[in-house]
Structures are given as structure tokens and as C-alpha cells.
């Protein structure tokens, strides 16, 4: 897909995708997330990405929340363990509106105790709603568990007594040390000449003060893998496999992204939905995930069954590993894996706001934008030996940790 990028004096990168659509959609990506906070401070991230939409130098809440409503379009935002986007999409007219926007929000909030007051109480919500969901809650104790000792596993959302302690200079410091401006693009598909997005962000973004600190981040741990229990007042039990693996940056990431979508991915037909819910009826979400992170990665396998069904699960499921280990795909069985996977990201390329942030996060992350073209290359190049490869050391039993939320005995 055809881009072009331009850098701003500040470090600031704007990156334009042209599109023949009515519809534009933008973002603004920072490199900085909850692995980013200091020992005590989890959800803090997250928390200045609520506070951006509470009040700036010149606008009221409810004048940022309707300055694109207004005119039917889309804002929200995100916060992930290594990112905070904030995106949008809109009609074509109004892409100056929303670069206007993206500014007044990241770099002029001014993050007044009261609306802090009002959206703590907002997050601690959400935590306890969180909590009442263990297919959602139990990734995060996952986590917690898989990067022990290291802000990777921190609840994105934080803990109650972590939000409760936040102060207007946790705020303003963490915003300081983070929001790097060689560190953020922002990233426009639409309907415009690259000249005009290059003039229009410069008119937003050109007078940011440059803000450059070095990003320090502590690569974790791999632990002694642990099979741990916790007894909650659910229904069902609830159970992720999982281990540490390829970052982001690793060749093998290709390999086990073709691979999990193979064995437990998106669709009906993976691997283990086949053999875990469509043959035995004993789960009905199975799934396995990859997500490649800037210096590790996680794997993992999860599953909700009732409690008596647990052990039968988790015996198929180490059933299906070892089948994979022992006898890794055939040529055959390869081509139709890479056809499916290449379909669904093909696929996956009409969701253009999907698009946009993914390429902005490729240009953070590797300073480059594949095209559709070698992305395919790459899995088209992926070899049976290196599938067999990645098998054996990514789904090697006696490393997996093995994390369950189990009914309380009656």
C-alpha cells in the first residue's frame, strides 16, 4: 500500500495513507504504556488517557467530546501495555478539526483535581466490572504471573489503591518522562494529497516542543514456569496455558503468528476448536494468542469448561501439542495454513482504521511499513522445517505455565 512520511524538527512523524473513500480516519500513537509506570503507579497510563478528554487550555469537557460528535464523527482511545492512541474517523472536510483535536488533547490537558476525582471513581468501576468477567480478568493475573517482578505485568487498568493514590504530579511527571515526541506519529488514510496532511499536521504539531528523554524499558525474566489455582465464587472453570516467547523484532515471529492461527486462531476451523469443541463438546471458547511485544512475546492457550470437564480439557490439549511436536505440517497442510492466514490479513485490510494504527505502530516499532506484498513473501517463505522448529520450543509442555480460576467447592 502506497505511503509517504514526513518528520517534523520536533521528531514528530506524520504518516499519510491516500484513500479514494468520503471517510478519513486518523490517530495519534505515543510509545509509552502501563510497562512504562514506576513500582506503585500501575494504571497510571491509562489513567492520563481518560484525563486527556476532561479539560484543556481552551476547551471544556463537553466541548472536546462534541467538537467531532458534532459532526458525526468517531474519537476514542486506547491504552495497551506498550502504546496510548488516541483515533478517529470522520468525513473528508474535517481532517483539520481533528489534527486540531489530537493536539489540544495530548499536549495542552490540564488535568484538574476534580475531573481526576470524578474519573478515578470511572476507572475503579471499570476494575470492578473487569473483575466480575474471569474470561477477561484472567488474562491479566496471567500476565501478572508470566512477567512476575517486571511492570509488564501490571493490570493496564491498575488496582484500587494504585488509582487512589494518583496525584496531579504523577500525572504531569509520567507525561513528561513519556510522551517522547520522536516517539509519536501521527497517521492520516484519506482522500488528500501528501502535501496537504504534511501542511496541516505541521500547522498542528510543528510548534510541540521537542521532548526527547531516553526510553528505558527492563526486558523481563523468564521464570520458573508454575501451575497455580485460584478459587472464585464462578460457575466455570477458566484456564490459560502460556509461556514467554519471540518478540517483535525476531524472525520466528512470522512462524508462530502462521502457526497459532493454525492450531487455535481466528475461525472455526483451527485446530483446536475442531478437536476440543467440535469434537468432544467440552469447550465453548478455545483459542490460542500470539502478541509480539518490543522485547518478548506471549503465548498462550485459553479455555472456559465446567470444572469436571477441566482435566479432560487439558488432557486434549496436550494431546493436539504433542501430535504438533511429533509430526509438525506437511507440505500440504502448510499451503493451506499460509492461504488462510494470508486471507484473513487481506481481509483484515478493509478495516481502515485497523490499518492506519497498525501501520503507525509498524513505523514506531521498525521505523518501516511492509507492504502487503512482503508481509505475504514472508509467510509464503516460512518452511515446514521452521514450523517443526518453532512447534518444539514454543509448545514444549514443561514450559508452559498453567493458570486456572476454578468454582468454589459447595
Keep these: 500500500m502506497e505511503y509517504n512520511v514526513h518528520t517534523l524538527p520536533n521528531g514528530i512523524r ?41 479539560r484543556t487550555e481552551k476547551r471544556s469537557t463537553n466541548q472536546i467530546l462534541n467538537r467531532l460528535e458534532s459532526v458525526g464523527a468517531d474519537l476514542n482511545a486506547y491504552t495497551t501495555k506498550e502504546y496510548t492512541c488516541v483515533h478517529a474517523s470522520f468525513l473528508n472536510p474535517y481532517l483539520d478539526r481533528t489534527l486540531d483535536l489530537f493536539n489540544d488533547i ?44 517486571n511492570p509488564l505485568g501490571n493490570n493496564i487498568l491498575g488496582t484500587t489503591d494504585s488509582v487512589q493514590s494518583f496525584t496531579r504530579e504523577d500525572v504531569i511527571n509520567f507525561r513528561k518522562a513519556n510522551y517522547r515526541t520522536n516517539e509519536i506519529v501521527v497517521a492520516v488514510i484519506g482522500n488528500y494529497s501528501f502535501n496537504s496532511v504534511v501542511k496541516k499536521g505541521t500547522k498542528h504539531f510543528g510548534d510541540v516542543e521537542e521532548n526527547t528523554p531516553t526510553l528505558h524499558r527492563i526486558k523481563p525474566a523468564i521464570l520458573k514456569p508454575t501451575t497455580t489455582t485460584i478459587y472464585k465464587p464462578i460457575m466455570q472453570a477458566h484456564c490459560i496455558l502460556g509461556t514467554q516467547t519471540y518478540s517483535a523484532h525476531q524472525n520466528e515471529k512470522v512462524g508462530l503468528m502462521l502457526l497459532n492461527n493454525y492450531f487455535g486462531g481466528n475461525g472455526m476451523s483451527s485446530v ?27 503465548f498462550s492457550i485459553y479455555f472456559g469448561t465446567d470444572k469436571e470437564k477441566q482435566a479432560k480439557a487439558l488432557s486434549l490439549i496436550f494431546k493436539e501439542i504433542k501430535k ?34 497498525s501501520m503507525a505502530k509498524s513505523l514506531i516499532d521498525h521505523n518501516k511499513i511492509d507492504s502487503l506484498e512482503t508481509v505475504f513473501n514472508k509467510i509464503n517463505n516460512v518452511t515446514t522445517q521452521e514450523i517443526a522448529q518453532i512447534a518444539d520450543d514454543v509448545l514444549a509442555i514443561e514450559k508452559l505455565n498453567i493458570f486456572t480460576f476454578s468454582p468454589i467447592a459447595e
Excluded: W
Excluded at 506524520?14 to 513500582?39: K, Q
Excluded at 475531573?115 to 466490572?129: C, F, R, T
Design 106 to 149: 495530548i499536549f495542552h490537558s490540564t488535568f484538574p483535581e476534580d475531573e481526576m476525582d470524578k474519573e478515578k471513581s470511572v476507572i475503579l468501576d471499570e476494575i470492578a466490572s473487569y473483575l466480575d468477567q474471569p474470561e477477561e480478568a484472567i488474562n491479566d493475573d496471567f500476565e501478572d504471573l508470566l512477567f512476575a517482578g
Design 14 to 54: 506524520l504518516l499519510h495513507v491516500p484513500s479514494a473513500s468520503a471517510i478519513s480516519h486518523a490517530c495519534i500513537i505515543i510509545n509509552t504504556g502501563s510497562r512504562d509506570e514506576t513500582e506503585n503507579k500501575a494504571g497510571l497510563a491509562h489513567f492520563i488517557e481518560h484525563l486527556i478528554f476532561k
Design 324 to 357: 504438533l511436536r511429533k509430526k509438525p505440517l506437511n507440505d500440504l497442510q502448510l499451503l493451506k495454513a499460509k492461504n488462510k492466514f494470508i486471507g484473513q490479513i487481506a481481509l483484515g485490510e478493509e478495516n481502515r482504521i485497523g490499518l492506519i494504527i
Design 272 to 298: 483446536l476448536n475442531l478437536q476440543i469443541r467440535e469434537k468432544y463438546g467440552i469447550a465453548y471458547t478455545i483459542e490460542s494468542n500470539f502478541s509480539p511485544l518490543s522485547d518478548t512475546g506471549i
